[in-house]
């Protein structure tokens, strides 16, 4: 059985104060859940003041980007060890924002997965195709390069220690939502390339995430899909009720027990 995640994205939101006061309506309400993997990625300049008050929580820390070399002359940047250092479990690696924004490769991406990975920490691996390349039916082709790539010279045992999110770049902060099936339908077709990459065993266990415009009021019809393990959360996570109402999603026709 694979253990839900629901992870909040706050991208460039949120003052210390601010975040502060989202974790302290999030800690005491999500203190019983005990049957999904909550995190939040906060920018890098609250992250230890967040760490602080997550110590008494069921939260975990996630930084939402990193630099792939441990220390050095990288002025500006943030290595996986300092996100170790503050008490980060996760770091989210390949968002399509910074794919576009700034010029991220996959080689790029892989090396920053590797090093995720040296530093002890998970990595959330974001994968997603454009409008363009689904209407071009470049789709399945993309998103076998990105995951592939992604991927390279990974150790099958270090799998357990990634987490696939799948997020067509067409409905992040878009508000247009995948249908619960075309999401299922990328799932399946991620897990089929994972179990030809590392395995049918890896490829049960890995987590495979949907993230764009998942709401309160789409996220049990997401979540009832055999092969979605949870959801990474832009916008939805900015708010305490409607990030615990995702959390809380319905169990009723999915797979978990
Ligand atoms: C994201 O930033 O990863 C995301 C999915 O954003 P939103 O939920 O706002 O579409």
New binding site residues.
């Given amino acids: 059985m694979r253990t839900p995640m629901i992870a909040g ?1 706050w ?1 460039l939101h949120k003052t210390k104060n601010e975040a502060f006061e989202l974790i302290r309506t999030l800690s005491p309400a999500t203190l019983e859940i005990d049957d999904v993997e909550i995190v939040v990625a906060p920018v890098f300049t609250v992250l230890d003041a967040v760490a602080q008050v997550l110590n008494e929580s069921n939260i975990k820390l996630a930084a939402q980007n990193c630099y792939p070399e441990p220390f050095g002359a990288f002025t500006g940047e943030v290595s996986a060890e300092l996100l170790k250092d503050v008490g980060c479990d996760y770091v989210i690696i390949g ?3 910074r794919r576009k924004i700034f010029n991220e490769t996959d080689l790029f991406i892989n090396k920053k997965i590797h090093s995720v990975l040296d530093a002890d920490l998970k990595a959330i691996l ?1 994968v997603g195709e454009t409008l363009d390349e689904r209407e071009n039916g470049q789709m399945f082709a993309v998103l076998k390069n990105q995951l592939t790539n992604g991927l390279a010279n990974l150790e099958h045992r270090l799998m357990d220690k990634i987490v696939i ?1 799948y ?1 067509p770049v067409w ?4 508000g247009r939502t995948a249908s619960p099936q075309q999401a299922q339908e990328i799932h399946f077709f991620l897990r089929s390339l994972i179990n030809d990459l590392f395995g049918p065993d890896v490829s049960e266990k890995t987590r495979l995430l949907y ?4 709401k309160p009021d789409n996220i049990d019809d997401l979540m009832a899909q055999p092969d979605l393990d949870g959801a ?6 900015l708010k305490s009720e409607d990030f615990l109402r995702i959390i809380k999603f319905k169990k009723s026709n999915s797979s978990f027990s």
């Fill in positions: 994205n991208k968002h399509s924002e974001c999110a997020e409905a992040i902060g878009t993230g764009g415009s998942v990474l959360v832009g916008g939805a996570s």
